[in-house]
C-alpha cells in the first residue's frame, strides 16, 4: 500500500473510532465504508500490472489496429491473422499506445489471435473476430472477462 493509501484508511479509522462515541449506528456506517474503500483498493492492487491488447479493423479494411487499453505496457506481442496466414509482431506497447499493420488487400473477415507479456513475463493470449462490415469493438464488453464472456 501507498502513503496516499495509507493516509485515508488512518483518516477513516479515526472517524470511525470518533463517531463510536457519538453513535454506534454512525460508526456502523462509516465502517462499512472504510470496508469498500479497503475493498477497493485491494482491486486496484490486483489490476495493477495487466496489460490489455485489442484489435480492431481500420475504416477501409486495410489495417490491423492494436490498442493497449490495460494498465501496464505489453512487450512481445505477436499477431496471428487466421485463415489469411499473416503473422507479425510489434515489440511492445505502453497504455493506450496503438500500433497498426498494414494489409495488402482489403479483409472482409479474419479472427486476430494475440499472444503478448506484461513486465514480469506472465503470458497473455486473447482472441478478436475481425469484420469489414462490423461495428467494429463492442463498448458493452467488460475489460476482464466476468460471467463467461470472451
Known sequence: MDKNQKIVLMTGALVTLGLLFIDVFYALIALVFM???LMSFRIMG????YPLITADLSEDAREIILTNT?????Q??????????IDFEVASLDPDEESGFSLASMVSEAKA??????AEGQEFTRSYPLTALGAGRDPTEPMFPIFGRR
Open 35 to 37: 470496508l469498500a474503500i
Open 46 to 49: 490486483d489490476t495493477e500490472n
Open 70 to 74: 490495460g494498465t501496464a505496457r505489453a
Open 76 to 85: 512481445k506481442i505477436r499477431v496471428a491473422l487466421v485463415p489469411l496466414n
Open 113 to 118: 489471435v494475440i499472444t503478448y507479456q506484461n
